[in-house]
């Protein structure tokens, strides 16, 4: 008999998700075989109304909302670190909203957290396979060229990074791959789905998200070591 992992995610923004989905759920799936027996494991997209909310009840209504509808064991929360620094997100808005969860009932909210802060921001994780990126766009050209020969999260905004690769490729004359109309909202969920965990494993922002999904499944005991 196989074990069930429900997990919850709940995003900063709308692109952010269609990113994130797979590469949450493919990184969940990586960790379930190092698993005690066998797991099956599904995710699950929370979607609240943010208005007029401060990030604290975002999450406890995120949180809640994984809770009664889904039961989920543990919510992945994103929020981007908009710099090169990520303790500030850290200490500004990860810790506390952990810290007034576990203040609640445990019957009322999911207190199983597990943060996924991007250096700079998410764009910066698709930047972590620049041929997939290239390859996708349709364009061909050094990394220099581009603009993307700094590591990911040494980019400062990579978002406009990607935006003028797209420009590039829609003035240029190659016509490999070319798309017609492209424009970055159109790259995030495919992306997400091709890119290999493997290039995100340079990032360190993805390794410290990996490394506490990996301690939340310990602290559930399906993890062991």
């Known amino acids: ?8 995610l709940f995003t900063e923004g709308t692109t952010d998700v269609r990113f994130l989905e797979s590469v949450v759920k493919k990184t969940l799936d990586d960790l379930a075989f190092e698993c005690t027996g066998d797991i099956e494991t599904e995710l699950k997209v929370i979607d609240i109304d943010k208005t007029g909310l401060s990030f604290n009840e975002q999450v406890f209504f995120a949180s809640k909302m994984a809770k009664e509808e889904y039961d989920v064991l543990m919510l992945f929360v994103h929020t981007d670190a908009d710099c090169n620094d990520d303790s500030i997100v850290f200490n ?7 810290s007034f969860l576990e203040g609640l009932d445990d019957e009322l909210v999911c207190k199983k957290v597990i943060a996924i802060v991007p ?7 698709m930047l972590a396979d620049k041929n997939l990126l290239k390859d996708e766009i349709g364009i ?8 993307i020969h700094r590591r990911p999260e040494e980019t400062t905004n990579p978002k406009a990074v990607i935006e003028n690769i797209i420009r590039l490729s ?12 492209l424009n970055i909202s159109d790259l995030y969920q495919i992306i997400g ?4 965990l493997s290039e995100l494993e340079s990032l ?17 005991n399906f993890l062991h070591n």
């Open 1 to 8: 008999m196989s074990n069930f992992i429900l997990t919850g």
């Open 92 to 98: 500004s808005k990860i810790i506390p909203a952990k």
């Open 119 to 125: 250096i700079q921001m998410t764009e910066a994780w």
């Open 140 to 147: 061909v050209g050094t990394d220099i060229d581009l603009g």
């Open 170 to 181: 829609k003035e240029s004359q190659v016509k490999r791959k070319r798309r017609a109309g």
């Open 193 to 196: 789905q091709k890119i290999e």
């Open 204 to 220: 360190p922002s993805y390794n410290k998200f990996k490394s506490s999904l990996r301690e939340v499944l310990k602290e559930l």
